[in-house]
């Protein structure tokens, strides 16, 4: 195999939903091998519409197709050029990025840092993720001090983890509560001795993605939201953790959040300063 391309068509994004934990999180240790075989080759990843993927998201068929295509830039004219454009601007966010040591995030019930000291930023320009929109780094594994509420749920394995509240301790997390399906967010984050430390920080950009719709490859790209991922982290950025999970979770930043860099504001209301 020279590389992969996934695309997601599902035609029930429940059926999971009764397989226990334990089941779930031996199936990812068990086909983590395969994974990072598969991640060393060139690969990406989109989603071609269906009606379960438009009911998650509270749409009619037809209007997740727009949403779909639009959050590709599809509509467009000449949308390599306006893929282009993004990369170029995602470009100088990373150039005012270069050499920071410090992040700290602050939102509704939120106050956290971590450490991107040596790490390197991404340009996730649609070369992997189709739909893109973000710039994404793997933290200092033991930096992360705090706690963050995530305004959404998390859908993954056919269940929906909502209310998450995480507290964090020498970049381990020392709390985890939810206010549904609590005990599988526990049980996944038991999944091996990476689950409960981060492994990405990833800041969205794609403007026209607007709305949560309860799949993470557009969710995580909300422009004016950030992402904190537990478990496996990405070589490419200098990350070292290792687990079989990758969890990415959204904080929504623009009512009232705020990101500093080495103590200077980054981004304010999800606008970049």
């Known amino acids: 195999m020279d590389a992969t391309i996934r695309i997601a068509s599902e035609g029930n994004t429940r059926e999971l939903s009764n397989v226990e934990p334990g089941k779930q999180t031996l199936m990812a240790r068990t086909m983590k091998p395969v994974s990072d075989i598969v991640r060393k080759k060139p690969w990406v990843v989109t989603l071609f ?4 993927y438009a009911q998650d998201a509270e749409m009619s068929l037809g209007d997740f197709e727009d949403f779909v295509y639009a959050a590709m830039f599809a509509d467009e004219d000449d949308p390599v050029a306006a893929w282009k454009s993004l990369r170029k601007r995602q470009d100088k966010l990373i150039a ?3 050499g920071a040591k410090d992040v700290r995030i602050v939102g509704r019930g939120t106050d956290i840092r971590l450490s991107v000291r040596n790490r390197r930023f991404l340009n996730s320009d649609g070369h992997r993720n189709m739909p893109s929109g973000e710039i994404f780094t793997g933290p200092v594994e033991n930096s992360a001090e705090g706690f963050i509420e995530y305004d959404y749920p998390v859908c993954s394995a056919g269940r929906e983890i909502d209310g998450i ?3 964090f301790r020498k970049g381990l997390v020392v709390e ?3 206010s549904k399906n609590q005990d599988f967010l526990r049980a996944m984050l038991k999944a091996d001795a990476g689950a409960s430390r981060l492994g990405e920080l990833g ?7 607007q709305r949560f719709i309860k799949n993470i490859l557009f969710d995580e790209k909300i422009g004016g939201t950030i992402h904190l991922a537990l478990g496996q982290s990405y070589a490419e950025t200098g990350g070292k953790n290792m687990s079989a999970i990758h ?3 959204i904080k929504d930043l623009r009512k009232g959040g705020v990101i500093f860099v080495d103590g200077k504001v980054f981004q304010k209301d999800g606008k970049f300063l």
């Open 49 to 52: 519409p269906t009606s379960a």
């Open 96 to 98: 005012s990025l270069a």
């Open 165 to 167: 509240r995480l507290v």
């Open 176 to 178: 985890a509560t939810a």
């Open 203 to 209: 800041i969205g950009t794609n403007v026209r993605i």
């Open 247 to 249: 969890w990415d979770m």
